[in-house]
Structures are given as C-alpha cells and as structure tokens.
C-alpha cells in the first residue's frame, strides 16, 4: 500500500514535470490578437509619428540598431558599430543574411537609401529633423555603412533606434510610391498580409527573419475605437493582449483571476503643466513656485489616476538614464505639495493670499482624463487664493495655441522619442527651441542653454550627465513646468500568452512580438 | 418626370460649390495647422515648410481652393493628409459599411415603427397603444452611446449570440445585428408616433366614414384608404433619415467599431484633413439631394394627384 503510493507520487511529479515544462517551452503557431484604437495613418518609416503605426511596423522593418527590454541600445541589423574618437563617425558591420520580405539581400546601399529618403525634402518626413546631425551617410563595402556626422552628437546612436531610420527596399518604394505605406515590405520579423481599413490589420510570420521565425503564425489587430468595447472582447477571450480602461482598473487589477496578467512598466514620460514663462503674469518665479508647491500630486495621483502614475518631482523620469537622486530628493523636499509655503511664495510674489491677482486660466486639450486633473488642480489653486478658471480646445486648435505662445498656463505630456537625457532637457527647455520645436514654456536660462548645448556634443557619458543634473536643478528651481506624473504602462494578457514584455520608452507600442508565444488549445 | 429630375439634379450643383467652400471657408478660418498635425507634437520649422509645401498648403488660399475645384472635374479629390491614400479609396471603403448598416436600420425603423404606429392608432387607448408609445418615448429618450453598450453586454457579452463589435468581412451579418438596432431604435420610435398621430387625423376623415358606411372592410380601410393617405408626412420624415443614418452614425461606429463614413469624416475635422472632410461633405450634401429626390418622387407613387412636370 505504501508502496503503490509513492509510485503514484513519482508519476505524478514526473508528469507535473513535464506538463511544466512544456507550458515553458516556447510554442510555435496561433494568432496572436490584438486591437487599436484608431487604424494607423501610415506604415511607412519614414512617415511614422504615432504609436499606434509604430507597433505594427515595429514588426514589419528594423533598423541598425534597437533598444533591448531594459532599454539599452543594441545591434540588429548592425551587428556591431565603431565611432570615431571625436564622435563624428560611426561605421557600421551588418548581418549578411537579412533579407527584405520580397527576398532580396540587404545591404549598406539599402541603408544609405534609406537615410537619405529621410532627409530628401521630396519626402517630406515629419522626422527630417532626426536626420539633421548627417552630413554623409556611404556605403563602404557590400555591408559596411558609414554615416558621418556634422558635429559630434552624443544622442546619435539612441536616435537611430527611430522608426524613421528602418531599412525600406528602394525597389519597392520606387514601384508602390505613396502606396508604399499601406502595403509596407521590410525585413522584420512579420510580413504585410492584409489590412481593411477601420477593421483589422493581419502580419504573418516571416519564415526566412534573419533571427529565426517568430513564434506566432500571425499578428491581427483589429481596430475597436471604445475602450470599454475592447475590454469586453478580451473579457470574452478574443484579444490576447490589451490596456485596462480606468472604470475597470479597480476590479480588474484586485481580482485573483486577472493580478497574474497584468504588465507594469515605468514609461519614459513625464505629464506637467506649464506656463509661459514670458507671460504676464507668469514671468514671476515665485508665483510659478507658489503654484508648484499648491498642487497636490499625490492626491491626483491615488485619487483622479487610481495609482496608475508615479508622483513626479523631476523633469527625468526615473528610468531615464541620468536621472538625478540628488535632484528628485531636493524637489520633494523644496517643491512638493504644502498650503502653508505655498501661500508664503504667493505672498513673496507680491500676491499675499492671491490679493492683486487676476483670475487665471489653465487650458487643457479636450479630454475627460484632463478635465478631472485640471479640476483637482483649480480646486487646489483656490486654497491659496488662486481663482483659476478652465479652459479646453480639440487638440489641433490647442497645438496652435501652444505653438504661438498663447496659453498662458497649460497641460501637456511628454514621451521621450530616444532614450537620452537630450530629448527631454534640450528639446524642452533649450532656448532654440521655442514654440512647435518643444519649449512651450519659452523658457531661457543661458545656464541651461550652455549645459543641454554642451551635453550634446560631450562623448563622456559621465560628463554629460553632470551637465544634465545641474541643467536640470536650474529648471526645477525656476519652475517653468510643474512635473505631476511619470507615465506607467499597463497592460493585461490573457494566460495562454508567454515571452510579454514592455518596452521602456513607450510600454506595449515599441514591443516586439517575436518573442511572444501562446499556448492555447 | 425626367425633365424634373434633370433639372433638380443640375439645381445640385451650386449646392456642391457652396458646401465645398463653406467647408473651406471654415477650415482656415478655425484655428489648428494640419502641417502641424501630420508632424506631431514637435516639429522644426524646415520640417512644417516641407510638409505645407508638400500639401500645396503654402499656396494663397484662393488658389488652392480653385485647384480643389479643378481637380473634383476630374473626379479626383486628392489623398489624405493624414494616410496619404487616395481619398475616394477611403470614401468608398467606408459608404459600402455605411450604407449596409443604413440599410438594415432603415428596415428596422420602418418595420417596427410603421407597423406599431399603425397599430396603436387603430387600437387607440389599448394597452399596446399605450405600451408601444411609452417605449417609443424610452427609443426617442435614451442615448444612442447607452442602447449600444447595454445591448452589446447583454447579446454579445452575457449571451454570447453576437459579436461583440466588428463588420461583415468577420463576422458575416450576425455583426450587424446590434448596430442596426441601435441606430434604428431613434428613427423607429419617431416613426411610430409620426405614423400614429397620422393615421389618427386620417382615420377622423369623413372618406372613411364613407368607406365604412359602404360596408369596406376594416382592413381594406385601414391599408388602402387610411394608411395611404397618412403615409405622405413618414415618407417625407423617411428621406430625412435616410441621410441621418448614412451621415450620422458616429456613435454607433464607434461603439461597434464599425467602418462607416461617419467616424472618417468626424476624424478628418479632428485631424484637420482637408481632402478627406471635402470628399465627405460632397458626399454626405450629395446623399441628401438624392434622399430628398427619392422623397419628392414617391409622393407621385403614394398621391395620384401629385404630378411632375
């Protein structure tokens, strides 16, 4: 008897075993659903400016370098990279064995094409301005590039990560032209298949990608514009992967069923209000600090955003490479939320209890999300004695705006496009970049500009982070924005999907689902 | 008849200039640069040039509004700014959905609405009378964005008897179902107590008293003298919405994501997509002239004594 039950145990565990461990082997087949909220405008490189073009052509091309999980940068195509001592040239050895998906070898004229697209005027990309550092961009040899640059630009190596620098088959964009960015070929991981407009886009799996086959057989997003819609579709099992609309995050995230499921990842972004900084009355920093130190942060975060931010207090985000301790501390010590110094500052910018000034406006871009924060804020305002009323536009109007000058205190969010302290301290608070180029604020401190200018021609990364950190003191002190919250990524996926991770930068946009396999009977 | 039609279709033809640069008008008069929406939310100078020059965008206002005019002669209305395909493309992608779900929620409102009015209004102060004007009051009441969501958890979600959003090519008709019923719910209520209300003053007529004097039997009555007569003001109500539901159906496509013309155009006004809100607007002011043609010709169907010359 006892006996006959141990050997009932041990074929028991050796199943369990080996049930495991098949659960753990990656599988190949299956679709792998996913959705959208809007179909994508284009699927050419060179075009790309949102996310939800950025997934699906994440998937079709690839460029010569990517960004790994943890956000480090790292070959693709390039196997591997030099650059030159003074940080002008960079030249790059590539795979032999890629092909574009119309089965033609890939080669450093392909990216010599390809970059050179991008700069051509004719194109117009939205993303020239990524390219501008170039001076020359040969092919050395069959498959070595080099691209020289104008000036040493530290950044250089994040920015090629960018959509805008995939490799595109020239034969292919020559004979498709516009259409090239509805019927996209590349040399990633998945193939064009099928896309109807408004219904669903459908990528199948690219048997001869240089890194092996993907895992899955294909990719479907199906496009559904309501997100309490999509959620109900993934409740039901028909999407594998999808975000958690705020009404449902309470449930969703306390039940036992769903916990396992859900995907968190800081994103590299930042949500703030900002003011114009050459606006009466805003031109006053202690009023900008007296603003800063009203406005409860935590309370919109636990309460308006459920917790799914981080407080913020510095412009870098944590996961930012060259975030500053030393500033985060200093922030949250001097300017987070406290009614009393609060009132002090306002009373220091000649406003004691809001007596003397006007009522202000806070203008947001029309969205419900916006609306309860910016309510939470004017609340928030009048402790002290600040009346401010609110004010929304639709976002191309509120661009305008913005562009001009002409929001005196605003809301706006910011994701970085590279992993680089550059893209958020030089293109948001250096004076060169004024209006549609990323300073809002129009804010200018020749301290910052000579830091964030210097920074991006240094090559030593210590150096330039030293730069960064006391740039980035500056601004906190003058308070030309007030950092509310770091963006989180959250998603849910279903239990049969393996291998899910999300991208650093921009959560489950910039995921590649090569890696991703699922296990559904 | 023909010459009428001619005629009322030529009379079209100011009307798709003055849309079209009313439209215009308005677009550049609102603030919002589309450059500036195709760049993103940063963008250099140079790139905005390039982009505007691109689009023709850097061109004086009247000028571009003549090559717009030039190129709608050559049945060519330009590619979206936004996706750069071919705005007839896009167009005709989405009049094919709109038009499907039109259809079906035009039959689901005049089936339902007609038949209930009729009946209410022989069965005056019935139950069903009161019952179906109580619910026609709910139709006319409640949300479109409320009755598609209650709807799709109860039969797509609960149940699981329908699809729980998405268009024909997947889900073949059963995907069109809900939405029809959510966008006919509105115009069936409307039709029902137009038709009520109608076939109440008709059957008050002294023809009818006439006619049942006569011994004509009361369905005879009803279908051919009563409901013939009360028809004229639901017919004209009925061209009304069959524009609304080939225009109007936003909401609905959004909720059942749906690929129809509404949802494109409400987009291109967002996105301050030029060609794609000028496409649209000549189509949407071109399904109205028909709708209102198709009306005015059925009077002479419905009413012998209406003529056309």
Redesign the interface.
Same mark, same amino acid.
């Given at each position: 008897m006892r006996k006959g039950f141990w050997l009932f145990l041990l074929v028991f565990l050796i199943f369990s075993m080996i049930g495991s461990s098949i659960a753990q082997t990656p599988q190949y087949g299956g679709v792998l659903k996913r959705s959208l909220v809007n179909d994508p405008p284009t699927l050419d490189p060179a075009m790309i400016t949102d996310t939800a073009s950025d997934e699906v052509a994440r998937q079709i091309f690839d460029g010569l370098v990517e960004y790994d999980p943890n956000g480090k940068v790292v070959g693709s195509i390039a196997k591997r990279w030099t650059i030159s001592k003074d940080g002008t040239v960079y030249t790059f050895y590539l795979n032999n064995n890629v092909y574009f998906h119309n089965g033609r070898n890939v080669t450093a004229e392909d990216f010599v094409y390809s970059i050179k697209r991008v700069m051509d005027p004719k194109t117009a990309s939205p993303r020239a301005s990524f390219a501008e550092p170039i001076k020359d961009v040969v092919a050395k040899d069959k498959y070595t590039l080099v691209i020289t640059l104008k000036r040493p630009f530290a950044p250089f190596l994040s920015t090629l990560t960018y959509s805008c620098f995939w490799v595109v088959p020239k034969e292919e964009v020559e004979k498709l032209g516009k259409d090239f960015a509805t019927k996209p070929v590349g040399t990633g991981a998945f193939m064009f298949d099928e896309w109807k407009h408004d219904v669903k886009i459908r990528l199948k799996a690219n048997p001869n990608y240089f890194r092996g086959r993907p895992y899955v057989d294909a990719i479907e997003w199906a496009i559904i514009p309501d997100e309490n819609v999509d959620f109900m579709n993934f409740e039901k099992g028909q999407l594998d992967i999808t975000g958690i609309p705020d009404p449902e995050w309470d449930r969703v995230s306390n039940d036992p069923k769903y916990k396992p499921y859900i995907l968190e990842k800081p994103m590299i972004g930042i949500y703030y209000l900002g003011f114009n900084v050459q606006k009466k009355p805003f031109d006053n920093k202690y009023l900008r600090q007296a603003i800063t130190r009203a406005i409860n942060k935590e309370g919109i975060v636990k309460v308006i955003r459920r917790g799914r931010a981080q407080v913020a207090y510095t412009i870098l985000p944590p996961s930012m490479p060259g975030f500053s301790q030393e500033n985060y501390n200093w922030a949250k010590e001097r300017l987070s939320y406290n009614v009393e110094e609060a009132k002090k500052l306002l009373a220091k910018a000649g406003y004691p209890n809001g007596k003397g000034l006007p009522e202000i406006t806070i203008y947001y871009n029309t969205s419900v999300a916006h609306k309860r924060i910016m309510e939470a804020i004017q609340a928030d305002l009048q402790k002290i004695g600040i009346n401010a009323k609110l004010q929304n536009y639709d976002w191309a109007v509120y661009l305008d705006l913005l562009d001009k000058g002409e929001l005196p205190v605003y809301r706006l969010g910011w994701v970085a496009d590279y992993i680089d302290p550059d893209n958020f301290l030089w293109v948001l608070f250096n004076s060169s970049n004024f209006g549609p180029e990323g300073n809002h604020s129009f804010y200018k401190n020749p301290k910052v500009d000579e830091y964030t200018n210097k920074a991006r021609i240094e090559t030593l990364w210590s150096v330039r982070v030293e730069y960064y950190n006391m740039a980035e003191r500056i601004i906190l002190e003058d308070c030309p924005i007030v950092p509310i919250y770091y963006y989180v990524s959250q998603v849910i996926h279903q239990p049969w999907v393996h291998g899910l991770y999300l991208d650093p930068l921009t959560g489950l946009s910039g995921v590649r689902y090569r890696v991703v396999w699922i296990d559904k009977k | 008849m023909l010459r009428y039609i001619i005629r009322r279709l030529l009379q079209a033809i100011p009307v798709f200039i003055g849309v079209t640069l009313i439209t215009f008008i308005l677009f550049f008069i609102?603030?919002?640069?589309p450059a500036?929406?195709?760049? !993103?939310?940063?963008?250099?100078? #140079?790139? @905005?040039a390039?982009?505007r020059?691109?689009w023709g965008l850097d061109k004086p206002l009247p000028i571009q509004y003549l090559l717009f005019l030039e190129r709608i002669v050559r049945l060519d209305f330009g590619?979206s700014f936004?996706?750069?395909?071919p705005v007839i493309e896009?167009i005709g #992608?989405?009049l094919q959905?709109t038009a499907i779900l039109a259809l079906f929620a035009f039959l689901i409102a005049i089936l339902i609405g007609v038949t209930a009015g009729i009946i209410s209004a022989v069965k005056q102060y019935s139950i069903f009378d009161y019952s179906a004007m109580v619910i026609a009051l709910l139709g006319v009441s409640a949300p479109v964005y409320w009755v598609g969501?209650i709807l799709? @958890?109860i039969f !797509?979600?609960n149940l699981?008897w329908l699809p @729980? !959003?998405?268009?024909v090519? #997947?889900y073949g008709l059963k995907a069109v179902i809900l939405p029809a019923i959510t966008l006919g719910t509105r115009p069936a209520a409307y039709f029902a107590r137009l038709t009520r209300s109608s076939m109440l003053e008709v059957i008050r007529q002294e023809y009818i008293l006439t006619a049942r004097a006569k011994g004509v039997s009361e369905r005879k009555i009803i279908f051919k003298h009563a409901l013939r007569n009360a028809l004229i003001p639901v017919v004209t109500y009925a061209g009304m919405v069959v524009g609304d539901l080939l225009t109007g159906a936003v909401l609905t496509e959004?909720?059942?994501?749906w690929?129809g013309i509404g949802?494109?155009v409400v987009?291109a006004i967002?996105?301050?997509d030029l060609p794609v809100l000028q496409g649209g607007v000549i189509v949407i002011a071109f399904i109205y002239i028909l709708a209102n043609l198709v009306v005015d010709l059925s009077y002479a169907l419905i009413d012998p004594r209406i003529r056309y010359d």
């Open positions: - | 609102a603030p919002g640069d500036r929406l195709i760049a !993103g939310q940063r963008a250099d100078t #140079e790139t @905005l390039r982009i020059s691109t590619r936004k996706t750069n395909i896009s #992608e989405r959905a969501i799709l @958890l !797509g979600f699981g @729980l !959003g998405g268009y090519t #997947e959004t909720i059942f994501a690929p949802r494109l987009q967002f996105d301050r």
